[in-house]
Every structure is written in C-alpha cells, then in structure tokens.
C-alpha cells in the first residue's frame, strides 16, 4: 500500500472545512474534500499522509470503525469527540486554527508514518532490489528507508561503513531503483589503482597523452554517462586526484588526459569509503569542500555485530546463492547458528560469505555443529560426540585390512588351508599362529621396530606390545 502526501478532508461542505483546507494550502499542503460514503473505498489502496474528521454524530461511529481497521492511518480530529481513544489518533485541531498547532500535528503525522512504514509493501523494482539487503533489524530497515528517499532525486551519495558490510550493494539498490536504472552502473575502486593511472581511469586519454597511449581511451566517467558512477574507497584517492574530481562534480564537465575539449558529465556519483574522513580533513589527507561536495546524503552500513539477529536470515540467503551457483549446500544446527551470533564478525557480511563458501567444501550437503565451525566460531561449549570403537573392533578391522592387502603380507596355503577340511579346525589356534605370523613378519620388515611394526598393522603401539608378551615374542 503506498502512502498518497495529500491530506484528506472527511465531511461535507461547510465554512469551518473551507477554513481549514485553506489554511492546510497556505502551507504548502495538497488537500481533498472526500464524502463520508465515499471513504472506506478510497483507504482500501492507499494510505494518505493525514486524514482529518470533522467532529459530528456521524463521524464518531466513523472514526469507531476506523481505528480498528486502520491501525496505520494517521488520523486528526477537528474538535473533539468524547469516548474515543485509538493510537492512530494524533491529536484534535482547536478552533480558532493557529499556524504552531497545525505544523506540529503534521510532524506528529510524518513520524506515525515513518514508525509504521515497515508494515507497508514497497514498489515493484524495491522488492526485487531490497531481497540483496537480508535483514530485519532496525538498522538494515532504515538503511532501506534511506536509499527509497533518496533514489528518486540527483543527490549525490556517501556510503559509510566497515569493510565487508555491503557498501557497493547500496550503490546498486539506489541505482536500480532510481530513474537511471536504464543506465550503466560503472564501479570504481580508488585504492586498488595507481595514482599515476586514476586520472586516465575516471576521465580517459587521448591517442598520444603519454608513453603507451596507442589510441583513445574513454574514461568511467564517459562510461557512465546516464547512468551511475561508483566510487568506492574514495578516502584512497589521492589529494592531487581529489582536486580533478572536486571540479567535475562543480561544474559537471571535465577533459580526457591529453585533451583540451570539455565532455559534460551527465552521472549520479555515489562514493563510499570505510575511513574516518572527518579525522582524515583534520590531519589534512582529505579536502574538507570535497567531503561536503560529496556527503549531500550519507548513509551509514551497521555492522554485523550490530544486527547479530539477522544472521539466520543471512546465512539462509548465502547458502541459497552457493546452491544456485552448483557448488553444493550445507545446514546449520540452531547450536550452531547461536554460535555464530555472539562471534564479533570483524569482516561482517564478507566473512560470514566466506565462511558460508568454506563449509560447504568441507561438508557438502551436510548438518554443521557447533564443533564442526573453526575454533574461533565456537562460543558454546558443547562436548564432541565421540564414536567408541571396543579394542577388539580395532584388531578385527586391521586383521581385515591385512587380508584384504595381498601384496603387503603372504600367508602361506600349506598352513591356512583356503578350504575349511571336513574334520574342521581350532579356529582359536588358527587365528593365534595367524597373528603370531603377521607380528612377526611385521617385526621383520621394519627391523624389529615395534612402533612402525605397529603402524603396519594399523593397532597402537601398547596393543603390539601386549600381544607380543602374550605370545611369548621378543624383539630377537
């Protein structure tokens, strides 16, 4: 349901409605008589930025009706009405009208709105766009919020934030939900180019500007023309390049590397940087008039520590992108996703990404514990199932594994009869003398060293030991 900036007027015609519509448009106010019939019909779609009740026997049943069913609609009253109470009822306007009362009832209506706004769907291109930005906290909620204001307009916009908390994924919510999004969204990293080539980077070069220069080359700023230009680490730029970029976003045009002909620069700037910049003008790194050249409209990224509740619906989205991309699927015991909530996450979303990719090569299609995170993920204590093997199992399997390896140890026919006689065997001595034959061939063939004669047969060094004073078998 979108919310209409108009006011809506709910009564009929009469002097003291008149009065106030002209003053609502006094202020700058959009204002519309509506019927009292004609109401309910209107507010099935759309919710409007104040609606005001003039005060009479039909409009008290009206508003009973309407604070129920509307708790999201911000509601005035003109004069008062005895015996009803709702939240959505922000206040009464007394007559005589006067210009403090009436902007502060507005204001009251324009932060009920703001509160509310997460119970309201977003537009078409926000839904597809805002599913990139997984998260329910209040934090994550606002930043929506902000990129849906200032979207629409040309202002120019400054991502603050940790490295790794989603900075670029900002730049692009505001890009393709704005009036560029027909444009090319071009990205930039300042700190990953040499400051000899940034120039020719933004604003490309001419055929011959310098030594390499085999032919014209045009820029990110041509590039992006209506379109979008990301800058990200703009606080890496270095100063001589700060001045260049100060006078294109002044005067909106600029010139190649080696060129003399202005080019107009039709581009949104969006820029980011996880840097102090205050701290950085102070200590004279970064021009203070590019700082509020670019921070028109800032935007400030929360840390993942400071959203710790969004991280199961993170790692949900992440393990769906791994799937989506064939590179397998892993899940998460709630142990686990508790862990994972009290770690710091000093590389925020990036990290858990990361983390997310690592166990999924190690776990393919598998459940993860918490003992299954790397150590410093683990921060439940939780005992390590441990599967217990009797010691007999262990010498079965490794008399197993020594017949199943036929090229390792012969054993001789003449003495272990390959078919069972009909006057049969002890099979109790049979498997002595056949143990005793593996020990001491064992022995043999690592030179009486008892630990490796061990490792050959796949039991531990004691249980060698044990067996060989039970045989009566020394070293000799």
């Given amino acids: ?233 703009i606080g890496d730029m270095p100063l001589q390049m700060q001045v260049k970029l100060l006078r294109v976003l002044q005067e909106r045009e600029f010139e190649r590397v080696g060129g003399s002909k202005p080019i107009k620069a039709d581009v949104r700037v969006v820029a980011a940087t996880h840097r102090d910049l205050e701290l950085m003008i102070s200590d004279g790194k970064f021009r203070e008039d590019l700082y509020y050249r670019l921070n028109v409209f800032p935007i400030e990224m929360p840390a993942l520590c400071e959203r710790k509740d969004d991280i199961p619906l993170l790692l949900q989205e992440l393990v769906s992108r791994v799937y989506n991309e064939g590179r397998g699927k892993v899940r998460f015991t709630q142990r686990a996703i508790e862990s994972l909530k009290e770690h710091k996450w000093s590389g925020n979303v990036r990290e858990l990404s990361n983390l997310v990719e690592r166990l999924t090569i190690l776990y393919p299609g598998g459940l993860v514990d918490v003992n299954d995170l790397p150590h410093k993920y683990r921060h439940i204590d939780v005992p390590e199932y441990c599967v217990e093997i009797s010691e007999e199992e262990q010498e079965r399997d490794a008399l197993a594994a020594i017949f199943s390896d036929e090229e390792s140890i012969e054993i001789p026919e003449t003495r272990f009869p390959s078919e069972l006689p009909p006057e049969g065997v002890n099979l109790k001595d049979l498997l002595a003398e056949l143990e005793i034959d593996m020990i001491r061939q064992a022995l043999d063939q690592q030179d009486s060293v008892v630990a490796r004669a061990a490792e050959m047969l796949g039991i531990r060094r004691t249980t060698l030991v044990e067996k060989m004073r039970k045989y009566g078998m020394g070293k000799d």
């Fill in 1 to 233: 349901m979108l919310t209409d900036q108009r006011i809506l007027l709910v009564g009929n015609q009469s002097e003291r409605i008149n009065r106030l519509s002209c003053v609502f448009e006094f202020l700058g106010e959009q204002v519309e008589l509506v019927a009292i019939d004609k109401l309910e019909l209107r507010l099935k779609t759309t919710r409007y930025r104040a609606l005001v009740i003039a005060a009479d026997s039909q409009s008290k049943e009206l508003l009973q009706s309407l604070a129920g069913k509307l708790p999201w609609q911000p509601i005035l009253l003109l004069g008062e009405h005895d015996g009803v109470n709702a939240s959505n009822i922000l206040g009464f306007i007394e007559e005589p009208l006067n210009y403090p009362q009436l902007t502060e009832l507005l204001h009251f209506c324009q932060v009920f709105g703001q509160a509310r706004r997460h119970e309201t769907p977003t537009s078409i291109n926000q839904t597809k766009l805002f599913r990139s930005m997984v998260g329910r906290s209040e934090g994550i909620a606002q930043v929506r919020h902000l990129i849906s204001q200032v979207a629409p307009s040309e202002a120019t916009v400054l991502v603050l934030g940790q490295s790794g908390t989603g900075k670029e994924v900002v730049a692009r919510n505001i890009h393709y939900i704005s009036d560029r999004r027909d444009g090319p969204f071009i990205p930039i990293n300042c700190g990953a180019i040499p400051a000899e080539l940034l120039e020719s980077e933004l604003f490309g070069h001419e055929k011959g500007s310098f030594t390499g220069a085999i032919s014209a080359r045009k820029g990110r700023f041509e590039l992006a023309e209506k379109g979008t230009l990301f800058l990200d680490e």
